[in-house]
């Protein structure tokens, strides 16, 4: 299993927000043991919130490393505020709405909606908002001990650079390769 | 003057205040926790990520519309200390560092700093007052 915990970007606005959705299925083997049946007990499947958070994270960390065309390491480093009001079951789907709040060298501050969508019953269409996650994150080159990291950038693996692809957002990638053998400047952000 | 020095009073317990709801939001410190003299690293047990999350919010607590409240990269907490030798020698800060640091960070007292001199320790020397004070010396200037 790969550690992907968003499906597709649906809406990318370069430098401000950034928005991807997560289809929870119950062939993903995490949910038969979350909730795990006791005693009397039937399992309840549900995905589990942390992994919810790893979206956000996914979702807000490539938000981020887009304003640098992908050039800083950028890493998760606070979970500033982590909510959840309902839990989202297989066959639903969660859509993280992630926006920069703060952007320094040092790291960036987002703000993040988690909403849920159900097929069925009377809400069925609508996306209903169920939590917020704010989140930190560090570049760590960038970091205050002054440590050096290796330069090739081990965050932007060939997973993130899949889901990148998928959403049309290639570009992005291609001009930041091309920005870093060259002039070392900003890349222009593609558009979703 | 007696009104101005009222005014001061009140002004820095504000400032207090507000410096105290920063650090709940920030740390998840209990209010009854962060007194005058305890240590962000220390007694509030801060990490570095925490330092900027204290920043962009003590930011965003203190700009008014007719003046925002800038902080610059290192003027609060001292980074990259490492960097020049001349300021630090096996671990310890050399006169020329102390004086760096007492330069760069007016709102930190040092006075008891200056035997130990450890470069790993230096966070530790500020506290909520020291946060009080840079509010407070930048509002005014």
Not at chain 1, 102 to 129: C, F, I, K
Not at chain 2, 113 to 137: A, C, P, Q
Request: charged fraction near 25%; glycine fraction near 6%.
């Amino acid at each position: 299993m790969r550690w992907m915990w968003i499906d597709q970007i649906v809406d990318f606005v370069p430098n401000q927000r950034m928005a991807a959705i997560k289809n929870v299925s119950l062939a993903e083997d995490h949910l038969h043991d979350h909730l795990p049946a006791s005693g009397s007990e039937p399992a309840v499947p549900v995905m589990p919130a942390s992994l919810m958070i790893e979206g956000m994270a996914q979702t807000a960390g490539i938000l981020v490393g887009s304003v640098h065309g992908f050039r800083e390491k950028v890493i998760l480093a606070k979970v500033v505020i982590a909510r959840f009001d309902a839990d989202v079951f297989p066959g639903q789907t969660i859509r993280y709405s992630a926006a920069i709040q703060r952007m320094e060298a040092a790291g960036a501050a987002t703000s993040g909606l988690v909403e849920r969508l159900r097929h069925d019953g009377p809400n069925a269409g609508q996306w209903e908002a169920i939590g917020q996650v704010d989140l930190m994150f560090s570049h760590l080159d960038q970091n205050m001990a002054g440590i050096e990291f290796p330069q090739e950038n081990f965050v932007f693996s060939d997973n993130f650079r899949m889901i990148l692809r998928s959403a049309g957002l290639e570009r992005l990638i291609e001009t930041s390769q091309q920005v870093n053998k060259s002039t070392g400047q900003q890349s222009v952000p593609a558009r979703c | 003057m007696p009104q101005a020095s009222g005014t001061v009073a009140i002004n820095r317990e504000k400032i207090f205040d507000d410096v105290r709801e920063v650090l709940e939001e920030a740390l998840g410190a209990d209010a009854e926790d962060i007194t005058p003299d305890a240590t962000l690293t220390g007694d509030l047990e801060a990490e570095s990520i925490d330092f900027l999350d204290i920043v962009f919010r003590l930011e965003k607590k203190f700009s008014t519309p007719s003046k925002p409240f800038k902080i610059n990269q290192g003027e609060l907490f001292p980074e990259n200390l490492m960097e020049n030798p001349s300021w630090v020698s096996d671990g310890k800060f050399t006169d020329a560092g102390m004086a760096m640091l007492k330069q760069r960070m007016p709102h930190v007292e040092f006075s008891e700093f200056e035997d130990d001199r450890d470069v790993n320790k230096v966070g530790e020397l500020i506290t909520v007052k020291s946060l009080v004070d840079f509010v407070e010396r930048k509002l005014r200037a």
